[in-house]
Structures are given as C-alpha cells and as structure tokens.
C-alpha cells in the first residue's frame, strides 16, 4: 500500500514563555571637546580634505577618554564618569606577560562564569611584546577580542563587554574663522580680567572645534579585573 501523511504520537502542547527581566541604566551625558588651530594657507593647500585631515587629527588626539576609561578614578558629577577600574583590587600580576594575561582572563572567569563577551584591554606596546609570544592569536582562537589603546597604560583590563554601558556620539566638527580663542591646552575657567584671548580672523587662522559626547558604566561589578603588566 502507498504511505500516507499521518501524524504518530503528536499532539500539541502550549509553548511556554520565557520571562523577562529588564532594567534601564541611565548614562548622564558627559560631553568632551579640544579646539586645533591652523593657518589659512594649511588649510588652502590642504583643500578640500582639510576638515576630514583636522577632524582625525581631534579625535585621535583625545586621548584622555580611552585614559579615563582605563583608570580607577572616581565619577565626578558634571565632569567625568568613574573609570571602569574604579574599586577593582588589581589581580596579582604573573613573572611573565604572558602569564599577567592569563592570571586576568582566570579572575574575570572565576568571578564572572557566564562572560559572554571576553575583552583584553591593553596599550600597544604591551600587545607588540606579547605578538612574538603568539598570545594574542590564541587568545582570538579561544574567542577573546583583544583591543589596543594607549590609555590602557601599564594595565592588563578583562572586561565582559556585555556588562559595560557605553554610549558615544562619535563628535562633530565645527569650523570657524571668526572665534576669539585663548590659546592654553589649560583654559581659563572661568575667564579672569587677565585671560589673552587670539582672534583668528586678523591672524589668518582657521579653528576647528570637537564636541563629542560620550559616557559609559560598569553594571555589573564582577565584569572587569586588571593587573599592572611586570
């Protein structure tokens, strides 16, 4: 006889739910900015990349984010968030680099089992040292994103990725001739009777100015452990 389309043993059941449980972590805006000041002629020779070539030069050259991102200091209210080493005991480092790594990978997994997101944290120049060493390519072959960063320092940073807040707006550039700017890597604040401010018009300059806005937080505490490189 010919099979037919009959159904064994099947009936249907409901499907159950799964149960959310949902949080909101609010990031206050905190906002950084650097002004670059060039002459007419930079800017005329340079044509028409001179915004783009400006724009790469600020934002690269704001370092002190990835600085303060890496650090252990406090959260200043209207000024800074916390780093993310901010009440973190640093995990005792091993005799070798190598080592240091694995000893912060072990912390992050021993107190944080359901990582889901694996990050190592670390400056370029502890990365070149450990590139001889084939570290990082074992340690993307277990699945470790590895991220390079001069404001990483000395430190060795583990990091889920999935418990840090992080909101960045990636900046805007603005673009004057016509700004009276007081020429300090330390400003003024507020601007006293003495402040000497340069007017770029008369003196054939050309201002670009970074606003980006970019905040961040650990939600959870056992998502991070560090260790300062031997």
Known sequence: MPPTNRRVGRTERPKPATKLAITSTPLAAAKCSAILAISEELARLTGANAESLMSAILIDGVTFVDSEFCSNHAAVPDVNPAGILNGITATPD???LATTV???LAALFTQRPHTRKPVVIMSPATAGKLAGAM?????GTAGVAVVTTIGAGASVIAIDASAICYNDDGGAIDVSREAAVQMDSAPDNPATAATVFTSLWPLNLVGFRLDRFVS????????V???VAP
């Open 94 to 96: 091993g005799p070798t």
């Open 102 to 104: 694995q000893a912060v």
């Open 135 to 139: 570290v990082l390519t074992e340690l």
């Open 216 to 223: 961040w937080q650990v939600s959870e505490a056992n998502a």
């Open 225 to 227: 452990a560090y260790a």
